[in-house]
């Protein structure tokens, strides 16, 4: 039928994914914390919280998650099992821009 890219729709999963980070992004704004202050706190590099908001990164969860006094499993349905285990490898769709491809990054 119609191609996403033509009526400008976004996926279920693209869909699904901003509305996680909206959730996350609230719960930080409701704490009074910033992503730029749990780097600090947590002794991470700068903008790993911010990338873990929105791309798998295990430091950057779990910082994330201690500052709101929680568990990042209930934070990321989409990076953990119902168990809490987390998912590896974490599906594609986790990504912002997609994971590359074996062959595509050879092409590259």
Do not use: C
């Not at 749990?38 to 969860?61: C, F, K, M, R, S």
């Not at 490898?89 to 074996?102: C, D, F, K, V």
């Amino acid at each position: 039928m119609h191609s996403d890219t033509i009526t400008g729709k976004i996926s279920r999963a693209e869909r699904k994914r901003l509305d996680e980070v909206s959730r996350i992004k609230s719960k930080l704004i409701v704490a009074k914390l910033t992503l730029a202050k749990i780097d600090e706190v947590y002794g991470l590099p700068a903008g790993t919280a911010g990338n873990a908001v929105h791309e798998p990164h295990l430091a950057g969860e779990r910082a994330i998650a201690a500052a709101l006094n929680t568990r990042p499993e209930l934070l990321w349905f989409s990076r953990y099992f119902a168990d809490g285990t987390r998912r590896t490898p974490q599906p594609s769709e986790n990504y912002r821009h997609g994971r590359r491809t074996a062959t595509a990054r050879e092409a590259a």
